[in-house]
């Protein structure tokens, strides 16, 4: 399984960027997706994920009322709208498919995930 993601760039803080995620090569609308970030020098963290139906989505707490993830499972791809963005967003964001076919759940730590993207860098000024 590949994962592509893109979108990234350079925006200043109140602005909006629209993250995507291609998959190919293995199935992909029976499983979760997610995508998490990492800062210079921090640990990768969860952002938000989505159910493999699309019904549920999770979010971390700093990005509820901001980011929204969403998917279209016949186009095989995740996206995250990001908005109002901040300087504290600037990462690099990695898309991530899940281990466990048609569940409901989402795993917030790293090891609920089989694939990774290689990561698209987005970077807020002030």
């Known amino acids: 399984v590949q994962l592509q993601a893109c979108g990234g760039g350079l925006v200043q803080a109140g602005g909006s960027l629209r993250l995507s995620c291609a998959a190919s090569g293995g199935p992909f609308s029976i499983y979760t997706m997610a995508w998490f970030r990492q800062a210079p020098g921090k640990e990768r963290e969860f952002v938000a994920a989505i159910t493999w139906s699309g019904d549920v989505t999770y979010a971390t707490d700093s990005v509820k009322g901001r980011f929204t993830i969403s998917r279209d499972n016949a186009e095989n791809t995740v996206n995250l709208q990001m908005n109002s963005l901040a300087p504290e967003d600037t990462a690099v964001y990695y898309c991530?498919?899940?281990?466990?076919?048609?569940?409901?759940?989402?795993?917030?730590?790293?090891?609920?995930?089989?694939?990774w993207g290689q990561g698209t860098q987005v970077t807020v000024s002030s």
């Open positions: 991530a498919r899940g281990r466990t076919q048609y569940t409901i759940s989402a795993h917030r730590g790293q090891s609920g995930y089989a694939y």
